[in-house]
C-alpha cells in the first residue's frame, strides 16, 4: 500500500508553459510557437528560447486549467487535424506528466508557413 506523504505540490504556470511548447513543436504540422499578438497583421515566430510566450495559462477553477496555444502551422497540411492532434498531446503531456487536470487547449493559428525543401549541395 502507497503512503502519500502530506503536503501539496505546486507547479508554476511557466513550467506548464514550457512542457505544452515542447510538446506543441513535437507535434506534426507545427513549425514553430508564434507571439499572440500579430504585429501589422503578421505572425512572429517565437524562438525556442522564448516558447513560453506562444502559451497562455489561466485557471479554470481551483482544480484546472484553460491553455490557449498560438501556433504557425505548416502549409498544405490539414489545419483541423493538426489543431485537434496539437490539443489531444498537449492535454496529455499536462495530465500525465504533471498530474493538471486540463479544462480545455484553445488552439489559434496565427500564420501558415511553406517549409523549403533542403538543398542538395
Known amino acids: ?7 501539496t505540490v505546486t507547479i508554476s504556470n ?13 507535434c506534426y504540422g507545427v513549425v514553430g510557437m508564434a507571439s499572440p ?6 505572425a512572429q515566430l517565437l524562438s525556442r528560447e522564448k516558447l513560453r510566450k506562444g502559451v497562455m495559462i ?14 504557425v502551422i505548416e502549409h498544405g497540411t490539414n489545419l483541423t487535424q493538426v489543431s485537434r492532434n496539437l490539443s489531444d498531446r498537449v492535454r496529455y503531456a ?7 487536470q486540463v479544462a480545455d487547449v484553445r488552439v489559434h493559428v ?6 523549403r525543401p533542403a538543398e542538395n549541395a
Do not use: C, F, W
Open 94 to 100: 499536462l495530465t500525465h506528466d504533471a498530474d493538471v
Open 110 to 115: 496565427q500564420g501558415l508557413k511553406v517549409r
Open 1 to 7: 500500500m502507497a503512503h502519500e506523504p502530506p503536503g
Open 58 to 71: 489561466s485557471n479554470s477553477d481551483e482544480r484546472s486549467v484553460l491553455v490557449d496555444l498560438y501556433v
Open 37 to 42: 499578438t500579430l504585429r501589422d497583421g503578421v
Open 14 to 26: 511557466d513550467v506548464l508553459k514550457d512542457i505544452a511548447g515542447y510538446v506543441a513543436l513535437e
